[in-house]
């Protein structure tokens, strides 16, 4: 194990994990608002734009914190007040796509320099309809988890509606069991990640081993990041701007452990998994 994470943060400097998180934060700046209007669309369509939005900024709240989720916040404000002709709906429909998209055909480069995968020798324009179609199929897997989060929630509130009268640590439990669904959603959404974007053929063994270590990071992390950024009075000093950087600074550290995650699950497959030789 411990040559196992020897090499996995030795390969992480290598591939210039720090560089490769600033460009992704880059891009999710730009990326950020048509990813929250599509995953918003498709999930208000089955249970309401009130409820979806309600439920995606709890969740934002619980990654991002009180700063970072009002930045997302004013953003997405500010994408969806505008009234336009049918013609300049259409083009902007069509960079709404373009936009939520750009994000993960950046992270699928990234994937694909830490697996080594040779560059293409002549790309043609299926390579770059291809890519953009699993970037936005990530959209939908961001929709889908949404609504799953969505129902779990609901559920919950109707099971500690129920147990608090006849249990009284249910609240308590209730907020275990939430903290363990959240878990798995992001280990399944870091999953899909690795196996769907990479130009690579990886075993779902691979592809879960390396998804769990990169949940258990993030969920650690997530908590280091908060108490830093909110502690470091680095995002206080940009005045009014300081939502924005506080967002851009968590994007980018926790780029940091997906990146981190993402060696790790080579080095598994490669020593341990279905690549060992």
């Given at each position: 194990?411990?040559?196992?994470?020897?090499?996995?943060?030795?390969?992480?400097?290598?591939?210039?994990?720090?560089?490769?998180?600033?460009a992704l934060?880059?891009?999710?700046?730009?990326?950020?608002?048509?990813?929250?209007?599509?995953?918003?669309?498709?999930?208000?369509?089955?249970?309401?734009?009130?409820?979806?939005?309600?439920?995606?900024?709890?969740?934002?709240?619980?990654?991002?914190?009180?700063?970072?989720?009002?930045?997302?916040?004013?953003?997405?404000?500010?994408?969806?007040?505008?009234?336009?002709?049918?013609?300049?709906?259409?083009?902007?429909?069509?960079?709404?796509?373009?936009?939520?998209?750009?994000?993960?055909?950046?992270?699928?480069?990234?994937?694909d320099a830490?697996?080594?995968?040779?560059?293409?020798?002549?790309?043609?324009?299926?390579?770059?309809?291809?890519?953009?179609?699993?970037?936005?199929?990530?959209?939908?897997?961001?929709?889908?988890?949404?609504?799953?989060?969505?129902?779990?929630?609901?559920?919950?509130?109707?099971?500690?509606?129920?147990?608090?009268?006849?249990?009284?640590?249910?609240g308590m439990?209730?907020?275990?069991?939430?903290?363990?669904?959240?878990?798995?959603?992001?280990?399944?959404?870091?999953?899909?990640?690795?196996?769907?974007?990479?130009?690579?053929?990886?075993?779902?063994?691979?592809?879960?081993?390396?998804?769990?270590?990169?949940?258990?990071?993030?969920?650690?992390?997530?908590?280091?990041?908060?108490?830093?950024?909110?502690?470091?009075?680095?995002?206080?000093?940009?005045?009014?701007?300081?939502?924005?950087?506080?967002?851009?600074?968590?994007?980018?550290?926790?780029?940091?452990?997906?990146?981190?995650?993402?060696?790790?699950?080579?080095?598994?497959?490669?020593?341990?998994?279905?690549?060992?030789?």
């Amino acid at each position: 194990m411990l040559s196992l994470l020897k090499c996995t943060v030795s390969e992480w400097f290598e591939h210039r994990g720090g560089s490769m998180g600033a460009a992704l934060a880059f891009y999710t700046l730009f990326s950020l608002a048509p990813i929250l209007v599509l995953v918003l669309a498709i999930a208000g369509w089955f249970y309401g734009p009130q409820a979806a939005q309600g439920e995606l900024f709890a969740q934002l709240r619980g990654l991002v914190g009180a700063q970072g989720a009002e930045a997302i916040q004013l953003v997405l404000a500010g994408a969806r007040n505008k009234e336009e002709g049918r013609l300049a709906t259409l083009v902007a429909s069509g960079l709404l796509l373009f936009g939520a998209t750009t994000v993960f055909a950046e992270l699928k480069a990234s994937l694909d320099a830490i697996w080594q995968v040779p560059p293409l020798t002549h790309g043609n324009l299926w390579d770059v309809v291809r890519t953009r179609l699993l970037s936005f199929g990530m959209v939908l897997v961001l929709a889908f988890l949404l609504m799953v989060s969505l129902v779990v929630s609901a559920a919950l509130t109707l099971l500690e509606n129920y147990w608090s009268s006849v249990w009284r640590d249910a609240g308590m439990a209730l907020t275990v069991l939430n903290a363990l669904i959240g878990f798995i959603v992001i280990a399944a959404l870091f999953g899909v990640i690795f196996k769907m974007l990479p130009r690579v053929q990886l075993s779902w063994h691979d592809v879960s081993i390396g998804a769990l270590g990169t949940a258990a990071l993030f969920t650690l992390g997530k908590y280091a990041i908060g108490a830093y950024i909110g502690n470091s009075g680095v995002a206080g000093s940009y005045g009014a701007a300081g939502s924005l950087i506080a967002l851009l600074l968590w994007v980018y550290y926790s780029a940091q452990i997906f990146f981190l995650g993402a060696e790790f699950a080579r080095q598994y497959a490669l020593q341990r998994g279905s690549l060992a030789k």
